[in-house]
């Protein structure tokens, strides 16, 4: 049986911690940016922890 191959966005788009926890970027921070308060940027920019009905579905395309 041939092995199961990553999804190319997916490996973008998520990473695994070392915990085995699965992260993603926030959205929102691509444009837009000056009616933004830096606060609210730098909120942006931390990861994510990817919600529980979701993780199922990351965790297939990722090959885990």
């Known amino acids: 049986m041939p092995k ?3 999804h ?3 490996k973008k788009r998520f990473r695994v911690t ?7 970027e926030q959205a929102g921070k691509r444009h837009l940016l000056e009616v ?3 606060r609210r940027k730098r909120k942006l920019s931390k990861d994510q922890v990817v919600d529980a009905s979701n993780l199922r579905e990351v965790k ?3 090959g885990r």
């Open 8 to 10: 190319s966005g997916a």
């Open 4 to 6: 199961n191959k990553t």
């Open 60 to 62: 297939k395309l990722l």
């Open 36 to 38: 933004k308060s830096s």
């Open 18 to 24: 070392g915990s085995g926890k699965l992260m993603r």
